[in-house]
């Protein structure tokens, strides 16, 4: 077996909710040490604990294999703990609002003039320049000022936002890429880099086919199209009714088409010029989606997907997320796992998406607890005495 990528690596994660963490997560999945680091009080994801228990499952989740501490940076001892971690660290996460470390005087200046191989990863709604820059920025804030929620809903009804937190995650995940990309220059350079992402821009490359739908038409913003694709360039594409919920069908190529007829036992639409090609069935939008919905309809969700399978249609069940948390493929996969939780009982958690051959799934691990590895860093990582680190628990720094 061989060892983890980034084991080695040690990084100062400042992460909160779900963008950073995701991407210390990530990191920690990839071998790195990585030392999470909250306020005595703890970070904000962990308050939900006062709304509800299972409120913490998110912390769950993307604090596997990470060491927590605390530090009170509005302390000069907190600050000075933090340059201290940022000195012997190779990365530094932090998503907080443009400026708040930089006014603490624990920015990405100060921070790298003690330690010029440090890469230092800033992810803000909106980013660190710009009119825009200081705007508050949460997941919903920002799928409604991108453009997410104008293009996600059907035609008559209201914007919606995307069911996930897609704003933090991906743009967490683009944290990751911009961290491992200044990994490797520093390789080759010995400097670090001060790497920064914008949650907003992140999320506009995926409006790759919404854009050309509003490059056809010029009389205005792209409309919303319920399930069917976003530039209304495919058909079918959709979700389509089964006796038992829904189904997902999309023809992307005339054989996908081709085969779906043979599985409806329709072969005999091939010839029907509304059919013909794709451009027709978008043509024909409605009586290609009414086609389809009437055999689903007839068939269970299983059945569905067995019969794409068979002839090799793009299809897929809509699953809600108790079937996905139990779901056989991605348990053997080792994405998911079960992990009797000391807070939470028995929870599913995730793994990294990301492989590496040779070096399996890291497996689960229980998130620690608000300050769990105070002594141990702050005496292993650091070098403070015992008697030290009593004095800085006294002195409300950790």
């Given at each position: 077996m061989r060892e983890y990528p980034l084991k080695g690596v040690t990084v100062i994660d400042l992460g909160q909710v779900y963008q950073g963490p995701y991407a210390g997560f990530l990191l920690a999945k990839a071998g790195a040490d990585v030392i999470k680091v909250e306020p005595p009080g703890g970070e904000p994801l962990r308050a939900r604990e006062a709304v509800s228990g299972r409120a913490l499952l998110p912390m769950a989740m993307l604090n596997q294999h990470k060491r927590a501490i605390t530090l009170n940076l509005k302390t000069e001892k907190g600050k000075h703990l933090l340059i201290e971690l940022a000195k012997k660290g190779d990365v530094l996460i932090e998503n907080y609002a443009p400026g708040v470390l930089d006014k603490l005087g624990v920015g990405?200046?100060?921070?790298?003039?003690?330690?010029?191989?440090?890469?230092?990863?800033?992810?803000?709604?909106?980013?660190?320049?710009?009119?825009?820059?200081?705007?508050?920025?949460?997941?919903?804030?920002?799928?409604?000022?991108?453009?997410?929620?104008?293009?996600?809903?059907?035609?008559?009804?209201?914007?919606?936002?995307?069911?996930?937190?897609?704003?933090?995650?991906?743009?967490?995940?683009h944290l990751y890429a911009g961290i491992v990309t200044a990994l490797f220059e520093r390789e080759k350079t010995g400097q670090g880099r001060h790497?920064?992402?914008?949650?907003?821009?992140?999320?506009?490359?995926?409006?790759?086919?919404?854009?050309?739908?509003?490059?056809?038409d010029h009389d205005g913003a792209p409309p919303r199209v319920g399930n069917r694709h976003g530039g209304l360039a495919l058909a079918p594409y959709n979700v389509y009714p089964a006796k038992d919920g829904y189904v997902s069908i999309i023809c992307i190529k005339?054989?996908?088409?081709?085969?779906l007829l043979k599985a409806m036992g329709r072969e005999d639409l091939s010839e029907d010029e509304r059919f013909s090609n794709n451009a027709q069935r978008v043509r024909h939008i409605?009586?290609?989606?009414?086609?389809?919905?009437?055999?689903?309809?007839?068939?269970?969700?299983?059945?569905?997907?067995?019969?794409?399978?068979?002839?090799?249609?793009?299809?897929?069940?809509?699953?809600?997320?108790?079937?996905?948390?139990?779901?056989?493929?991605?348990?053997?996969?080792?994405?998911?796992?079960w992990l009797?939780?000391?807070?939470?009982?028995?929870?599913?958690?995730?793994?990294?998406?990301?492989?590496?051959?040779?070096?399996?799934?890291?497996?689960a691990a229980e998130n620690p607890g608000l300050g769990q590895h105070n002594d141990e860093v702050l005496r292993d990582f650091l070098g403070i005495s015992e008697e030290e680190i009593n004095q800085l628990a006294e002195e409300g720094v950790i």
């Open positions: 990405a200046d100060a921070l790298m003039s003690a330690n010029p191989r440090l890469v230092y990863a800033s992810a803000t709604g909106y980013g660190l320049s710009g009119p825009e820059r200081d705007s508050l920025a949460m997941d919903i804030t920002v799928q409604a000022a991108s453009g997410v929620m104008s293009i996600t809903g059907f035609p008559d009804s209201p914007p919606v936002k995307a069911g996930p937190a897609i704003a933090d995650f991906i743009s967490g995940t790497v920064e992402i914008s949650m907003q821009e992140t999320l506009y490359p995926t409006f790759a086919s919404n854009l050309g739908l509003m490059t056809q005339e054989s996908h088409w081709g085969n409605d009586e290609t989606d009414t086609l389809v919905s009437e055999w689903t309809s007839a068939h269970t969700r299983d059945e569905l997907f067995e019969l794409a399978r068979e002839y090799r249609v793009p299809s897929a069940p809509v699953r809600d997320l108790v079937e996905v948390t139990h779901n056989e493929h991605m348990h053997a996969r080792g994405m998911l796992h009797d939780h000391s807070s939470l009982g028995r929870i599913v958690v995730p793994d990294s998406p990301i492989r590496f051959t040779e070096t399996p799934p890291m497996g």
